[in-house]
T-cell receptor, first 111, second 116 residues
């Protein structure tokens, strides 16, 4: 079993839809959770960074962490074609420990 | 802020040659930088952790004599792929951790290496 599981998709949604992206993990020591956006042939861009359980909102993006279920989510409201990219979840136990990445979910927002 | 650059963005070389990739933190100091490799439709795989002024720490299965890492300053780390072979063709991405802040890693744009 991988430490971090993420559905690779692809996920196609119409413009304006609410997108839900998810990851599950097995290591209960993980406390820091990140979401990255990666456009084709580019490096990942940090979107959201959260610590422990709870919600964090930034513009159209909301990150949720449920440590009891070992489940994290990223919601994108009013999705735009420019949101089309691969979204990677990532996490570590903090203290400058190695970051473990999900495989990434490919999202396509159709105009 | 938190900009990381990589050079070159793309390189094509012949089998048996060596290739050097540079990773720079442009607006912050990074005592720690990371080198990842990403194959198509796969996640980022950490190759090594580069610490300024000391030897890099390599992940299991990564040959340290083949992938030479030098972190000579707080803003520059280099990865040299020695005696490259076609199976080394991949997307190499570096990231850097801001020494002055917390746990976040900021990624460079990546280097596409093709070995003929």
């Amino acid at each position: 079993q991988k430490e971090v599981e993420q559905d690779p998709g692809p996920l196609s949604v119409p413009e304006g839809a609410i997108v839900s992206l998810n990851c599950t993990y097995s290591n209960s020591a993980f406390q820091y959770f990140m979401w990255y956006r990666q456009y084709s042939r580019k490096g990942p861009e940090l979107l959201m960074y959260t610590y422990s359980s709870g919600n964090k909102e930034d513009g159209r993006f909301t990150a949720q962490v449920d440590k009891s279920s070992k489940y994290i989510s990223l919601f994108i409201r009013d999705s735009q074609p420019s949101d089309s990219a691969t979204y990677l979840c990532a996490m570590n136990s903090g203290g400058y420990q190695k970051v473990t990445f999900g495989i990434g979910t490919k999202l396509q927002v159709i105009p | 802020g938190a900009v990381v650059s990589q050079h070159p963005s793309r390189v094509i070389c012949k089998s048996g040659t060596s290739v050097k990739i540079e990773c720079r933190s442009l607006d912050f100091q990074a005592t720690t930088m990371f080198w990842y490799r990403q194959f198509p439709k796969q996640s980022l795989m950490l190759m090594a952790t580069s610490n300024e002024g000391s030897k890099a720490t390599y992940e299991q299965g990564v040959e340290k004599d083949k992938f030479l890492i030098n972190h000579a300053s707080l803003t520059l780390s280099t990865l040299t792929v020695t005696s490259a072979h076609p199976e080394d063709s991949s997307f190499y991405i570096c990231s850097a951790r801001d020494s002055g802040s917390g746990n976040e890693q900021f990624f460079g744009p990546g280097t596409r290496l093709t070995v003929l």
